[in-house]
């Protein structure tokens, strides 16, 4: 149980583009998610946390018009990267974390297996 | 907020041998501490976690203890295998917060 999927698992695009990264929990309903991004060799960075049906809550640093979360089930929050641009070129991963009554309890959060975003 | 320091950044050991990771943090009521094994190009999977409630959590080789007055945690591996080499993070939140992970250890299992 608690397995949480993400598509595409990798992608490449152009400078200017802009590129949806979904993120799905297959066996619980995810009342939070959250996004991180990874550098390589480096430890998760906290983007944003989302819950459904509400607005998401950025990290400082995080420009909200350029990463875009939308949590609209308990079971689907994507983040789009919009007018990608090299500097963006990341691992971006996405955990899932259920309520009390769920599957999942407490604070326990189940992450998808990563995008890798590389922008031309 | 939250501070979670993580020693070693690299741990090389032999195959049969065990493995410690320690981690302190920082915020004395955090009462969540997971531990996560992330492969190379791949999402952190959970391994382990212990709540504040209790101080040592066993699961087959691994093993995870809490010292709450020392704000420190410590996940043990004992008889490594090569398919243990990893990074592992460890992490620490209180109640619904979000997680704060320390830096990663790199763990290689040598045959």
């Known amino acids: 149980g608690a397995v949480v999927s993400q598509h595409p698992s990798r992608v490449i695009c152009k400078s200017g583009t802009s590129v949806k990264i979904e993120c799905r929990s297959l066996?619980?309903?995810?009342?939070?998610m959250f996004w991180y991004r990874q550098f390589p060799k480096q430890s998760l960075m906290l983007m944003a946390t989302s819950n459904e049906g509400s607005k998401a809550t950025y990290e400082q640093g995080v420009e909200k018009d350029k990463f875009l979360i939308n949590h609209a089930s308990l079971t689907l929050s994507t983040l789009t990267v919009t007018s990608a641009h090299p500097e963006d070129s990341s691992f971006y991963i996405c955990?899932?974390?259920?309520?009390?009554?769920?599957?999942?309890?407490?604070?326990?959060?189940?992450f998808g297996p990563g995008t890798r975003l590389t922008v031309l | 907020g939250e501070n979670v320091e993580q020693h070693p950044s690299t741990l090389s050991v032999q195959e049969g041998d065990s493995a410690v990771i320690k981690c302190t943090y920082s915020d004395s009521a955090s009462n969540y501490f997971p531990w996560y094994k992330q492969e190379l190009g791949k999402g952190p999977q959970l391994i382990i976690d212990i709540r504040s409630n209790v101080g040592e959590k066993k699961d087959q080789r691994i093993a995870v203890t809490l010292n709450k007055t020392a704000k420190h945690f410590s996940l043990h591996i004992t008889e490594t295998q090569p398919e243990d080499s990893a990074v592992y993070f460890c992490?620490?939140?209180?109640?619904?917060?979000?997680?704060?992970f320390g830096k990663g250890t790199m763990l290689l299992v040598s045959p």
């Open positions: 066996d619980f309903q995810a009342t939070t």
């Open positions: 992490a620490a939140s209180r109640g619904y917060s979000t997680l704060t």
């Open positions: 955990s899932a974390r259920g309520d009390r009554g769920g599957a999942v309890s407490y604070n326990e959060q189940f």
